[in-house]
């Protein structure tokens, strides 16, 4: 797979509690050099960075983020914002409590809301798999499919694991036509890049692809 088809899957990502406005700024320059398909950015920034971008790149954010145990309200409150910020995607966290609790009804509630708070923009769930069951991860394969979500990722990148292969042949076999995949979280090479886009990923959450490419440019 070609390096520049990689980097059109790539939603480049700085989230780092420390990131300032300077290398988020880079990471937009970054994104429109290398024409990934977001970028991936603190909600504080996001009015920034979309000023600065002007349309070039889409701008994405994170609600929840990153432990996903913050109220409905407060998680919906967040997307709107975001939105209202100019944020073309949002990726929310689920409340990981309610999966181990089974409160799926909670769940399915809870992204039904955020999605009719990001009306027709792009929703990614992200659910955390390296704590989860498989039963899980097919569960919530389930519920976001219902929920109408547009994407279920896999990772924040905060936890104890990230992104696999196996969490993303998983998801192949149990999500709706309607959802796609995001693999994030520890994807360092381009062999993994390719491979997670071989199983199905439409998307990747990573910031070392686009230093791969900055050094063999």
């Known amino acids: 797979m070609e390096l520049k088809e990689i980097l ?36 504080s920034y996001v009015k920034q960075a979309g000023d600065y971008l002007n349309g070039r790149v889409a701008v994405c954010t994170v609600i ?83 929920a109408g979500a547009d994407f279920i990722k896999t990772s924040t990148g905060f936890s104890k694991g990230g992104a696999t292969f196996a969490d993303i042949a998983l998801f192949a076999e149990h999500v709706g036509s309607n959802v796609k995949m995001k693999a994030a979280g520890g994807i360092s090479s381009l062999d993994d890049a390719a491979r997670f886009l071989e199983l199905g990923a439409s998307r990747l959450g990573t910031s070392r692809i686009v230093k791969i490419a900055k050094q063999m440019s």
Not at 11 to 31: F, G, K, P, V, Y
Not at 117 to 131: G, M, N, P, S, W
Request: net charge negative.
């Open 8 to 43: 059109q899957h790539v939603d480049h990502t700085l989230l780092a509690q420390d990131a300032t406005w300077e290398q988020i700024r880079q990471i937009c320059d970054d994104a429109i050099t290398y024409e990934t398909a977001s970028v991936c950015i603190p909600p």
């Open 64 to 146: 929840g983020f990153p432990n996903g145990y913050s109220t409905t309200a407060v998680k919906e409150f967040e997307a709107k914002d975001a939105i209202a910020n100019g944020a073309d995607e949002i990726d929310m966290v689920i409340n990981i409590g309610w999966v181990k609790d089974q409160k799926y009804d909670c769940l399915l509630n809870e992204i039904r809301t955020l999605k009719a708070a990001c009306q027709d923009k792009i929703l990614k769930v992200i659910i955390e798999t390296c704590l989860l069951t498989d039963e899980e991860k097919i569960k919530l394969c389930e519920i976001v499919t219902e």
